[in-house]
């Protein structure tokens, strides 16, 4: 019986977690769970998991929580409490599926506290990766994947063969705007910007696959999760979603991953690792793989994964900005502040006004990060003026 705690649990990832962990229950056992402010199925999540401990956001959530839960269930929140249900005792692995920067902090603390962790966070990654894969090899902890792209790396790379290998290319789906005329971004809606081709996630992260941020963000995790230089990651545009990531060896060879667009096989293969489960999906037909195509990445259109190869270059902690900046341009959309094409200038101008710090130490980054916030809002008043 594998303890788990999930970091998010209300969000996309952590109520697909859950889905398998209902469908396993001789495998899986729920002992913490975290979410912010989605008390209503936090509540039945608590009621049908029954966690040792559990976290929110808010100090009044947690007091109404207290009233749903047994008396064996810990109610905590805020910060405190996300790294309490993050190096809860009795756990063995932490499924980190938090939104943004916020992820962080409870992350590192269960890598530090020797917890396994299963990553979704990606934003955890890009802010402060070394710091993260630091950690993980002091305390001889497993960092598992849970992007599709970089779950099928995984899957698929072989220590014996990584001195051949030339290079990593992660597959994108192209977003909602794949065919949309450049001119004409700047008079797409919110709605618009959410309506993803192929996968169902959170709205932020369906921003970030409208402008193409998260196929910078996955570069960063890949240099991290792989060491691997980013000369060596490439992206490629492919509709179908169903290649998740491609090597390339210097002989000439490909290998592939393949798999139907469902996070649920991603988190499964993370949850059982070193083994598999049987998720009860039908047999694959020459039909479902009859249309499979690649294309270039219009660069000029979609500018978010050469900025993120360059702040990887630049070092330190300019992926720290890049992030914040984002959310915080990405929040501002959402809330119809601004228009879809202002992202990732406000971005970008936040980079340059930056002075790098070092990275390697968490108070940099926090540092960093704050700093960030605080430019890029300032840069964003010019664009509401």
Known sequence: MKKISILG????????????????????????????????????????FAPKIVSVTRKEDSERLREIAGPKTQIHYGNEGNIAVATEGEC???????????????TLSAIQAGRNVAIANKESLVVAGGLLISEAKNQDVILLPVDSEHS???????????????????????????????????KVT???????????????????????????????????FFDMPVEKISIWVHPQS?????????????????????????????LSYPERLDLGRPDASPDDLSDITFEKLDTDKFKA????????????????????????????????RIRFTDIIPIVRETLERHDKLDSGCLDNILEADR????????????FLS
């Open 190 to 224: 919110v709605a618009d910007a959410l309506c993803h081709p192929t996968w169902k996630m959170g709205e932020k992260i369906t921003i970030d696959s409208a402008t193409l941020m998260n196929k910078g963000f996955e570069i960063i995790e890949a240099r991290w």
């Open 152 to 186: 099928a790396v995984f899957q698929t790379l072989l220590e014996k063969d990584r001195e051949f290998l030339k290079r990593i290319i992660i597959t994108a789906s192209g977003g909602p705007f794949r065919k949309t005329p450049k001119k004409d971004l700047g």
């Open 305 to 336: 994964p050469a900025m993120a190869i360059e702040c990887l270059r630049m070092g330190g902690t300019y992926p720290t900005v890049l992030n914040a900046a984002n959310e915080v341009a990405v929040t501002a959309f959402l809330d119809e």
């Open 242 to 270: 169903i290649v998740h990531s491609i090597l390339e060896y210097v002989d000439g060879s490909f290998i592939t991953h393949l798999s139907a667009s469902d996070m649920k096989i991603p988190i499964a293969q993370a």
């Open 9 to 48: 649990s209300t969000g996309s990832i952590g109520s697909q977690t859950l889905e398998i962990v209902r469908r396993f229950p001789e495998r899986f056992e729920v002992t913490g769970l975290c979410a912010g402010k989605n008390i209503d199925l936090l509540a039945e999540q608590i009621t049908e």
């Open 371 to 382: 700093w960030s916030r605080n430019t890029a809002g300032s840069i964003m008043e010019s």
């Open 92 to 106: 063995d692995l932490v499924i980190s599926s938090m939104v943004g920067f916020p992820g962080l902090l409870p």
